[in-house]
């Protein structure tokens, strides 16, 4: 079936350091959603990207749709503590099925 | 004002059991899910209903069934339950498919 694979699985980050996540696709995406998950939480939506390119910026948390439409990252500067949990790219397909990526789980080392 | 409510929370029963997990969402959305999320953190689909008529069913065992009595609430009802079954459950509610989706709080499943 249909999937989106996460880079990498786990990271493990010096509080203060820099931290990536990748999205990936074999097949063009109509969007791209990200979401986050804290520890013990739910799921809690963070932005949707919907152009080829396009670059969106939340305070720390920067996000990025290829020109391709296939795949997607999430870059954070400067990682503190609060930003703890799995991270998972999301789309659709162009149905009614919200596909989750596998997920990055980031922990953060004080 | 929970904009989508799960219950119960925690629910830890026996093998061979039947149980119901009920979820209601406040937003007036079309769109409601149930997901599973297992010991490695993957969600996986398992229903979508739209304006309560079922879109999806991603292979899932027929011991699960869905009932959405209105497009407010999904429950999900599980049969003659086993081990393999204890999981997070996570019900979410969108306007569309391609918007943002609004989760539960999740119900803790665990089967002995």
């Not at chain 1, 390119?53 to 305070?59: L, T, Y």
């Not at chain 2, 004002?1 to 119901?20: E, F, H, I």
């Not at chain 2, 509610?93 to 999740?106: L, P, R």
């Amino acid at each position: 079936g249909q999937q989106v694979m996460q880079i990498p699985q786990y990271q493990h980050v010096q509080e203060g350091e820099d931290f990536t996540t990748y999205c990936n696709s074999s097949t063009t995406l109509s969007n791209i959603q990200w979401y986050k998950q804290r520890p013990g939480g739910h799921p809690v939506f963070l932005i949707q990207l919907v152009k080829s390119g396009e670059v969106k910026k939340q305070k720390r948390l920067t996000f990025q749709f290829g020109e391709a439409k296939k795949n997607s990252s999430l870059h954070i500067t400067a990682t503190q503590t609060t930003d703890v949990g799995t991270y998972f790219c999301v789309t659709n397909f162009g149905n009614e099925k919200l596909t989750f990526g596998t997920g990055t789980r980031l922990t953060i080392i004080p | 004002d929970t904009a989508v409510s799960q219950t119960p929370k925690y629910l830890v029963t026996q093998m061979g059991n039947d149980k119901s997990i009920k979820c209601e969402q406040n937003l007036g959305h079309d769109t409601m899910y149930w997901y599973k999320q297992d010991s490695k953190k993957f969600l996986k689909i398992m229903f979508s209903y739209n304006n309560k008529e079922l879109i999806i069913n991603e292979t899932v065992p027929n011991r699960f069934s869905p009932k959405s009595p209105d497009k407010a609430h999904l429950n999900l009802h599980i049969n003659s339950l086993e081990l393999g079954d204890s999981a997070v459950y996570f019900c979410a509610s969108s306007s569309m498919a391609d918007t943002e989706a609004f989760f539960g709080q999740g119900t803790r499943l665990t089967v002995v």
